[in-house]
Each structure stands twice: as structure tokens, then as C-alpha cells.
């Protein structure tokens, strides 16, 4: 896949103006257990932050593995990526 592949996908995703028209353009876009997995690490990434929760208890609540769990950790803490910290410092100032 090539780089403009990816930035055509996140221009598409940047036209959507609201949650609804999200929901549809991503039940489209993915499988439904592609699209449950996103929903699972937004939710895991949304208790991580508010660093309240053992992973143990994020397991408990969400259901996901571990694996996961510690994985959505090393990139909200250590990737250089910062997409998580990103959105949810939007999310905080909304």
C-alpha cells in the first residue's frame, strides 16, 4: 500500500461531519469484528487514560485480552504516533 492509499483513506474520513454518518461510513468500510475491535480499543484507550484502572479491571470491564489492553498502553504512553493522546485532548476540551 502507498502512501497517498493512506492519506486518501484519512481525507475520506475527515469529510464526515457527524457520529451517525462515522458509524455508517465504518460499518461500510469494515467487517463487523474489525469494527468491534475498534470500538474495544477506544473503550480500553478511554480507561487507560484515566489511569484509574488496573489492567486486570480494564479486562474485566471491556473483555479484551490483556494483549490488547497492553498494547493500546505502549501506544497511548511510548509510540511516537500520539493519535490517542491527540484525540482525547480534543475530547477533553470539547
Same mark, same amino acid.
Given at each position: 500500500?502507498?502512501?497517498?492509499?493512506?492519506?486518501?483513506?484519512?481525507?475520506?474520513?475527515?469529510?464526515?461531519?457527524?457520529?451517525?454518518?462515522?458509524?455508517?461510513?465504518?460499518?461500510?468500510?469494515?467487517?463487523?469484528?474489525?469494527? @468491534?475491535?475498534?470500538?474495544?480499543?477506544? $473503550? *480500553?484507550? #478511554?480507561? /487507560?487514560?484515566? =489511569?484509574?484502572?488496573?489492567?486486570?479491571?480494564?479486562?474485566?470491564?471491556?473483555? @479484551?485480552?490483556?494483549?490488547?489492553?497492553? $498494547? *493500546?498502553? #505502549?501506544? /497511548?504512553?511510548? =509510540?511516537?504516533?500520539?493519535?490517542?493522546?491527540?484525540?482525547?485532548?480534543?475530547?477533553?476540551?470539547?
Amino acid at each position: 500500500m502507498k502512501n497517498e492509499d493512506y492519506k486518501a483513506l484519512c481525507d475520506a474520513l475527515l469529510t464526515i461531519e457527524d457520529a451517525e454518518s462515522m458509524n455508517a461510513f465504518l460499518r461500510d468500510l469494515c467487517t463487523p469484528n474489525e469494527y @468491534a475491535a475498534f470500538v474495544e480499543r477506544w $473503550r *480500553v484507550c #478511554r480507561l /487507560l487514560a484515566k =489511569e484509574q484502572y488496573s489492567y486486570r479491571e480494564i479486562h474485566a470491564l471491556t473483555g @479484551a485480552s490483556l494483549t490488547t489492553i497492553g $498494547r *493500546v498502553a #505502549r501506544f /497511548l504512553k511510548d =509510540e511516537n504516533n500520539n493519535g490517542y493522546t491527540a484525540v482525547l485532548a480534543k475530547i477533553d476540551q470539547a
